[in-house]
């Protein structure tokens, strides 16, 4: 079982970018996929989280209207795409899947499987 980040990279101020997350080992569609984020010295945050279960999915008000979650079942992968990117979006983002939405959106320590992450730098 594996998640796998992959996307990231350098761009300017209002900028995009495209993260991919591919599962292996079972079906996304399956889960509750959460993506997360951590900054330097700060707390990881999540992002955005979607679920085939759920009829939208859901954000943090800080990327409300620049990141959009979506999922491609037939590849089983998740996607975020990221515009309007901005400096305090400079962190490195990982996806997560759990079988409950509850544990990706509020207890996200307890959740099962983790990508490794792809770091996110937005510079001037």
């Known amino acids: 079982v594996q998640l796998v980040e992959s996307g990231g990279g350098l761009v300017q101020p209002g900028g995009s970018l495209r993260l991919s997350c591919a599962a292996s080992?079972?079906?996304?569609?399956?889960?509750?996929i959460g993506w997360f984020r951590q900054a330097p010295g700060k707390e990881r945050e999540g992002v955005a989280c979607i679920s085939s279960h759920d009829s939208e999915p859901y954000y943090v008000d800080s990327i409300q209207g620049r990141f959009t979650v979506s999922s491609d079942d037939d590849k089983n992968m998740v996607y975020l795409q990221m515009n309007d990117l901005k400096p305090e979006d400079t962190a490195v983002y990982y996806c997560a899947a759990d079988l409950s939405a509850i544990v990706v959106r509020n207890a996200p320590g307890r959740i099962v499987y983790w990508g490794q992450g792809t770091q996110v730098t937005v510079y001037s």
């Open positions: 080992g079972f079906n996304l569609d399956d889960y509750v």
